[in-house]
């Protein structure tokens, strides 16, 4: 069993020299076509939709990795094939180890007490009609990880952490603001003490004035109890201050990935540039040359040939950019990139 | 395990017995239902106080509609407890056949001859010299059992077929759709004739018919409502948590639905006491000389001209409890959400 996870593990293009924390989840070559069918009685597929292509990973115990990218890029149904909430076209999952896609009861139950997810809209993911309690004790009440006499005792444990008084486990999710309802449904990941918790766009839908707050909790809570975070987010701030490494996504494909400092320090992949100009500065009176995409995203029922980001590519030069799909190639350090010009220069 | 009890125990305990007591009515007779009944609702009101909390339930029963309240609450014990407080409903006295409402009678004699003189037909007789009142009172039995043997019957399948093919989805969904579009597009009162025809007219007749007809709304209804639910983020995270679909079923599915099922569980009611009627009415209901509300207005309707008082009362009970009901059923829908009852009290 060791030698296959360190196997699966060189495979992984990221970076494998640097691994000194073993790795909680590796994913490899992940894929996720969705069928377009047309007819109501003799339903024949006409395409897919390629919303996740051949994506590979490895998030790190205590750490935190992000997936980063505009909507539609593919980043949420990652996420949501990794909770298995969506069945896996291709590839592999391992979680400590174990493949999760063909995974039997034992090992299902094992990681859905290991793996846990707070969702973006703090208003639709907590049960309207429980009370806190009930909704923090669920994932302990449904594996039955622990005795009933000590959920309690649990609850009011991980409401402290999050920033919430014991009382709280008493009210309906209604009483609270959009600020700590997000803490809620944290406390509620917390509460089977997971290894990973997947943020799916944890801060986006608060106030820019209590996310800064949310943000420090998570990194608190990371320090604190060692469990790494799947960080997905379209917004490069939260990402740089959350993340220690990060995967740049683009029409279903990883672009760019290396550690925080590496891309965010030393953008190779010219989507990256780009996406990296377009965040805000943190002083207004910052001057910076932006780099403006031309074009919408294309369509993932079709996209385009060669690489998937030529069309928009403000520096596609190369004849073989248009031909040509790159793949990720090492940079030095963890770094990759997928793209022709980067290899050339 | 006494928690078990108080919990699961009593409400499964209270549902038994009600349906061995609607059984016993529509098998044995009516004689035999009162003092179960009674205790029945009694031990029911006892648990939803225990259950509640004593000061909780007398702040959400203040909030009740005060007048459909009490024509429910005097429409359940009239029909328990009708052999109880008048006489038989198939005694005759053809002499004093078509007399007038007494009280209006004895009201006349008072004001035109200054003789307070008490007549025994408050509701006068029909045109077999029975008593309307007491038929009346005995057709509030035939009423209440067929409505709620009816209902549960009804709801019982709907719900189930309802909540499940909305729920798990694919070719189970489409077979249940189909034989649902089957069902509503048979008009109710023509299955309501063929069952009279088939199985001959009576009680049980009039129940299976009503519920037949019934259950494809609740399906429908409840199937669109579960679907929408489903797709909920706090039914995701729950799958995330390890949560069964069992478990899903009940603590997020159900509850999200319980406040359409109270809706229309009260609308179907009317709609139940209105199809008895007219089943009364055709001929394919309850055989005379059982009475029921609807055989009671159509054995008045030769007399319409001469004898109105014949089918205006059970008309007038017909408005009332069907009224009655539906304003229930729109406070119960409050009461049932937490955020609408802490808004409301």
Redesign the interface.
């Known amino acids: 069993m060791g030698t296959e996870v360190s196997t699966a593990g060189q495979d992984t293009k990221i970076g494998q020299s640097m691994a000194e924390t073993d790795a909680v989840l590796e994913v490899s070559n992940l894929k996720k076509y969705f069928p377009v069918t047309k007819g109501i009685i003799l339903r024949k597929t006409v395409g897919q939709v390629q919303a996740v292509d051949d994506v590979t990973f490895t998030v790190r115990r205590g750490q935190t990795f992000a997936l980063a990218g505009e909507s539609g890029c593919g980043k949420t149904t990652t996420s949501r094939v990794l909770l298995r909430l969506e069945d896996a076209t291709a590839g592999e999952v391992l979680f400590r180890g174990k493949d999760i896609l063909n995974a039997d009861k034992d090992l299902v139950k094992e990681y859905r007490r290991s793996v846990q997810a707070v969702f973006q809209d703090p208003y639709s993911s907590l049960e309207p009609r429980m009370r806190v309690g009930s909704i923090i004790s669920e994932p302990l009440m449904a594996t039955g990880a622990l005795p009933k006499k000590e959920i309690r005792v649990r609850v009011e444990e991980v409401l402290a952490q999050v920033g919430l008084s014991p009382d709280a486990a008493n009210r309906f999710p209604h009483e609270f603001s959009g600020g700590q309802r997000q803490r809620i449904a944290l406390a509620r990941s917390l509460a089977s003490s997971p290894d990973l918790i997947l943020l799916d766009e944890p801060v986006s839908a608060l106030d820019v004035s209590i996310r800064a707050q949310i943000l420090n909790l998570l990194k608190d809570l990371q320090d604190q109890l060692g469990v790494a975070y799947l960080l997905v987010a379209h917004d490069l701030a939260t990402v740089r201050h959350m993340c220690h490494s990060i995967a740049v996504m683009y029409l279903g494909r990883l672009v760019e990935t290396g550690s925080g400092e590496e891309v965010f320090g030393n953008p190779l992949h010219p989507y990256t540039k780009a996406l990296l100009s377009a965040a805000l500065p943190s002083h207004p009176r910052i001057q910076r040359a932006e780099i403006e995409l031309p074009g919408e995203v294309p369509s993932p029922l079709n996209p385009p040939k060669g690489c998937r980001f030529h069309p928009r590519c403000p520096v596609a030069v190369m004849p073989q950019c248009a031909e040509s799909l790159p793949e990720l190639e090492n940079h030095g350090g963890s770094h990759a990139v997928a793209c022709h010009l980067a290899r050339s220069a | 395990m006494v928690r078990f009890f108080v919990s699961r125990g009593v409400p499964i305990g209270l549902a038994f017995v009600l349906a061995v007591i609607v059984y016993r009515a529509i098998r044995v007779g009516f004689d035999s239902i009162g003092l179960p009944a009674v205790g029945w609702l009694i031990v029911l009101i006892v648990y939803l106080v225990g259950r509640v909390g004593f000061g909780n339930f007398f702040r959400v029963v203040k909030r009740a509609p005060k007048l459909p309240t009490l024509i429910i609450v005097a429409f359940i014990l009239t029909a328990i407890l009708a052999d109880k407080i008048t006489g038989s409903p198939y005694d005759q006295n053809i002499p004093n056949r078509l007399q007038p409402p007494g009280l209006m009678e004895t009201l006349k004699t008072a004001v035109r001859e200054q003789r307070f003189e008490l007549n025994e037909n408050w509701l006068g007789t029909d045109a077999l010299g029975r008593d309307v009142l007491t038929r009346l009172v005995h057709g509030a039995r035939v009423t209440l059992t067929v409505t709620i043997a009816a209902i549960m019957l009804g709801q019982g399948i709907g719900l189930t077929l309802g909540i499940t093919s909305g729920y798990f989805g694919g070719w189970y969904d489409k077979v249940v759709m189909r034989i649902v579009d089957g069902a509503m597009s048979i008009p109710g009162i023509f299955l309501a004739l063929l069952l009279a025809v088939v199985l001959g007219p009576s009680f049980q007749t009039v129940i299976i018919a009503i519920g037949l007809l019934l259950w494809s709304r609740f399906v429908r209804t409840l199937r669109a409502e579960t679907m929408k639910v489903k797709e909920?983020?706090?039914v995701?995270?729950?799958?995330?948590?390890?949560?069964?679909n069992w478990?899903i079923i009940r603590?997020?599915i159900f509850?999200?639905l319980v406040n359409l099922w109270a809706v229309l569980v009260s609308l179907e009611v009317g709609v139940t006491v209105i199809v008895e009627a007219t089943l009364g009415f055709l001929g394919a209901g309850v055989p005379p000389p059982t009475p029921s509300w609807g055989s009671l207005i159509s054995d008045g309707r030769q007399y319409v001209t001469s004898a109105w008082w014949l089918s205006f009362f059970p008309g007038m009970a017909i408005l009332l409890v069907v009224l009655s009901v539906n304003l229930f059923g729109d406070w119960l829908r409050d009461v049932l959400?937490?955020?609408m009852r802490?808004r409301a009290t």
């Open positions: 909920a983020e706090f995701k995270l729950a799958r995330v948590a390890g949560c069964s478990w603590r997020h509850p999200n959400d937490p955020q802490q």
